[in-house]
């Protein structure tokens, strides 16, 4: 069956917005097109049998007001009438959310959209430059997210539409650039033997770094979770752990700079996600930069394009307060992800 691309002019309010990941679900309420939105706390998924009990937990009980539309980006493939979560036994069922909870108007996006979305309405406050370059307004973006996995999404501006384009960049190959690389490289863990970018740049990739750069020199690798070789990189005591984070850093730029290539992203490259964030104050910003840049014959070309760390705290949930707010400013397609009373 053919699909269409429905184009979205407004949603009714109120409008529940609801960042549903395998982790945590952030919930806000927009009561009406202009004032503050109502965010309420971040709650683990695994509190709640299911996002039905979450919303009248979380929302309804702290609020007399009632939404009639529900906007949520959802960490799994939007398909069908039962939409599970990857990491979550949570189920998603837009019939009961109609019958049961009151909405009029059910929209459900990928979570990774929503980056995209963030980035789009991005305030200057909300993002640390990576170095130089200047945001054309008007031209595309991308936004990147090592993460549980690599979400990667480009956000393409077109006739004054933002049109977010959530593919599965984080499962293109991976190469190495340099000599120290070429040496690191055969121990890295592979998936059916392919290096592809969710194998490094992620919290389960900064850990299969770090074992194969100890491989490497034959010294001995203990860590296992992301959050220790950080930690460990942190205190300065396990060089393995250092380099991994540092390694992690160029690769992630090099990558965003291909990416940035791809979409002629003049509107600039946005690394989103929650490993960047917890290890941005150990690794060195020009070295990242030059990796971004190294893309002979367009070295120029890079050295315009900016590349952000996004800061601001709850930014996807954010990103759909803006689509939903003015949908008319985006070109979203809906078909079989909208439901309605
Ligand atoms: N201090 C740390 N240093 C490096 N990586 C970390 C640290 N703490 C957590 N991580 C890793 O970050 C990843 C989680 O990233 P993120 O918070 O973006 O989750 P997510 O995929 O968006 O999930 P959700 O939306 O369900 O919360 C995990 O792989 C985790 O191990």
Redesign the pocket.
């Known amino acids: 069956m053919a699909k269409k691309l429905e184009h979205i002019d407004s949603l009714a309010f109120p409008i529940l917005v609801g960042d549903i ?4 679900a952030r919930f806000a309420l927009l009561a009406d097109a202009a004032g503050e939105p109502i965010v309420f706390p971040v709650v683990p998924t695994a509190d709640y049998p299911n996002i039905d009990d979450a919303i009248e937990a979380v929302v309804f009980a702290h609020t007399a007001i009632r939404p009639k539309t529900a906007v949520l980006a959802i ?1 799994g493939p939007v398909d069908g009438e039962e939409i599970e979560l990857t ?1 979550s036994p949570w189920v998603v069922r837009p019939h009961a959310l109609i019958a049961d909870l009151g909405f009029e108007d059910v929209l459900i996006l990928n ?1 990774f959209e929503a980056q995209a979305l963030a980035v789009s309405a991005l305030p200057e406050s909300g993002r640390d430059p990576i170095g130089g370059g200047t945001v054309l307004e008007g031209a595309s973006r991308v936004v990147m ?1 090592p ?3 690599l979400g990667v999404a480009g956000l393409i501006r077109s006739r004054d539409r933002w049109i977010p384009v959530p593919g599965e960049g984080g499962h293109m190959d991976l190469g190495p650039r340099t000599e120290r690389e070429r040496a690191i490289w055969p121990h890295l863990e592979t998936l059916e033997g392919r290096v592809s970018g969710e194998q490094v740049l ?3 990739g ?1 850990v299969n770094l770090y074992h194969a750069i100890a491989a490497a020199d034959g010294a001995s690798a203990t860590l296992t ?3 220790e ?3 460990a990189a942190a205190k300065g005591a396990d060089p393995a752990a250092h380099e991994a984070v540092q390694l992690f850093a160029v690769i992630l730029a090099r990558v965003a700079g291909d990416l940035a290539l791809v979409f002629m992203a003049r509107g600039g490259v946005y690394i989103a ?3 960047f964030g ?2 941005a104050a150990l690794v060195d910003p020009a070295a990242m930069r030059e990796a971004f840049e190294d893309k002979a014959p367009h070295r120029e070309l890079m050295r315009g394009i900016p590349l952000f760390s996004v800061t601001l705290p709850l930014a996807a949930l954010a990103g759909l307060a803006a689509f939903a707010r003015r949908p008319h400013l985006y070109a979203l397609e809906t078909a079989h992800r909208r439901w309605s009373r």
């Open positions: 990941g395998g982790t945590n960490a990491n979570d997210g993460g549980t996995g992620c919290g389960r900064l979770l992301p959050a070789v950080s930690e996600g929650g490993v917890r290890i």
